[in-house]
């Protein structure tokens, strides 16, 4: 399998109701992710949406010894001309009492070499991030690749941390505003996001 790089939203499972599955995929279409495929070839995303509903109010995840379908059930997108977008459920992370939904693109697609990306490919993974960005229960958007150390939670931005942003991460207005931001360019979109680029990416 090939390294791939990771566009990370963060919730909060105190947010968690009947229609969170329902209102991420409607945020899905309006991103203009194409659905392909689920893993189960019959499934449609709606079939897929509603099992993954299930699972998360069930505070679902997956035991060692348990048979990977009963898990979050991934699902498969056509955007931009990528080869591959694979999009999952993790519940329970990046801390307790969170879930993340993660799109993954095929890492030498975005990233030339280290901290040098493809301005194409960022640009139209940050169209990706921007209107995804408008579903108001989004805690935050982080970007990491295959050997990072993981996303940085919501609560330890707000003491401090940086966001992982390999290339980018998208913040509200209110975390910018506490954070160390001599090191990125912001860019201030709307529905009260900043997306923050480290000074020392490059885009070719």
């Known amino acids: 399998m090939p390294a791939y790089l990771s566009l990370i939203m963060e919730f909060s499972r105190a947010e968690l109701d009947f229609d969170n599955m329902k209102e991420l995929l409607a945020y899905i279409r309006h991103a203009g992710l194409e659905f392909k495929s689920g893993t189960g070839r019959s499934d449609t995303i709606e079939d897929i949406m509603n099992w993954n509903q299930q699972k998360l109010e069930e505070d679902y995840e997956l035991g060692y010894d348990e048979d990977v379908s009963n898990d979050y059930k991934q699902m498969c997108f056509n955007y931009g001309g990528f080869s591959e977008i694979r999009g999952f459920i993790t519940n329970e992370a990046p801390v307790r009492g969170e ?7 095929p890492e030498d697609e975005v990233l030339m070499e280290k901290n040098t990306y493809k301005k194409e490919a960022v640009d139209k993974l940050k169209a990706i991030a921007s209107k995804l960005w408008i579903l108001p229960k989004t805690r935050t958007m982080q970007t990491e690749l ?6 940085a939670p919501e609560m330890d931005i707000r003491e401090g941390a940086s966001p992982s942003a390999c290339p980018f991460a998208i913040v509200s ?3 910018f505003g506490r954070m160390d931001t001599a090191n990125y360019n912001a860019e201030h979109i709307e ?3 900043v997306i923050l680029t480290p000074k020392d990416v490059k885009l070719v």
């Not at 879930?99 to 693109?105: A, E, Q, T, V």
């Not at 295959?146 to 996303?151: K, R, W």
């Open 173 to 175: 207005e209110k975390q």
């Open 99 to 105: 879930y993340i939904f993660s799109l993954l693109i």
């Open 191 to 193: 529905y009260g996001g």
């Open 146 to 151: 295959e050997l990072g150390e993981g996303i």
